[in-house]
């Protein structure tokens, strides 16, 4: 079913839908964002049109919504646990090609990597669907043609949005109900963004062998220049869809410390002590290095133990949100042009 809805109607649409769902879209966070006088677009629950942000691309991704930056995972005391209860009223988001596509890395991360599915995260996927925001051109450092993450079919809806409203194709049957009486009918199937300013050549691109990429860019002089430029901040992975590596940590209670809770928190493997471990030993000391195993989980490690696509879908937050104009795509290219060029050495040996 394809319709076109005014704003009224679309924020009508949307009271029905928060009666039975959780529904979250781009949202403004007024002046939480980086420069003065900014809004930070954040996902946010939405009940009206004006709500929604559908003009420019959200600064962090769905990943706020589902898998929370901190997370009560149990409660304890001397000798009981008590699993944490799991909100599994269905949820409803509106996101990006680049964001449903995010959702097939964190499937694997939190449900097949180590052979052991992630609770909470296994209770909350079956109650999520999408609404595809259609974007009808590419953003500033957006590369998720190169990345292949531009298309998707993985929504129940899709919306393209105007000034003017919205134009709506509607997949799913479990969502028609809500639609009864509002628009008038339409043509209209969603387009997806077929070229990105930016483009990238991941190392597979040149070299089918994930170990021998591994051994070229490890001892690279190429992350030599980030021991100095970047800060060490995390803000690159704070805003990626697919970054998934959380601390855990307890908090017993002031009143009674043998009781407590255990919680997990977003962490990111670009702060020092990351990877330190007990005695004291780290095994990434420089930013550069940080940086490099990063770079290679997302563009060729994963890959080669997960056996599909590559981690990053190109969404270009981490270049957005950088303070020091580190540029992800530039990376992946000089990654790619240095092990092309010691290919090219090893053959000529
Ligand atoms: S690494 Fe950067 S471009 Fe890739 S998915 Fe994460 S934030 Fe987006
Ligand atoms: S956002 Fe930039 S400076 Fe901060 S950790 Fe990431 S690459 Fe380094």
New binding site residues.
Partial sequence: MNLKIKPDEFSELLSRLNKVWRVYAPSAEYRGGRFSDTDNVIYQPVSAWSDIVWQEKSHMSPNTVITPITETLFYFDKETIQIAEVDTTPMLIFARACDINAMSRLDYMYLQNGGNADYSYQLLRDKIRFVLIECEESFDNCFCVSMGSNRTEAWSAAVRFSDEGAKVCVKASELLPFFANLGEACDYTPGFVEQNKEQVRTPDSVCDDPQKIRDILTHHPLWQA?DS?????????TGCPTCTCYSLFDVAYEENPQRGERRRQWA?C??PGFSDMAGGHGFRPQ?GNR?RYRALHKVNDYKARAGTQHMCVGCGR?DD????Y?KFSLIINKMTDAVEQALAQEANL
């Fill in positions: 980030y430029r970047c800060i060490s901040c995390g803000r690159c992975t990111s670009l702060i930013p940086l981490c949100r950088c303070p020091q580190i």
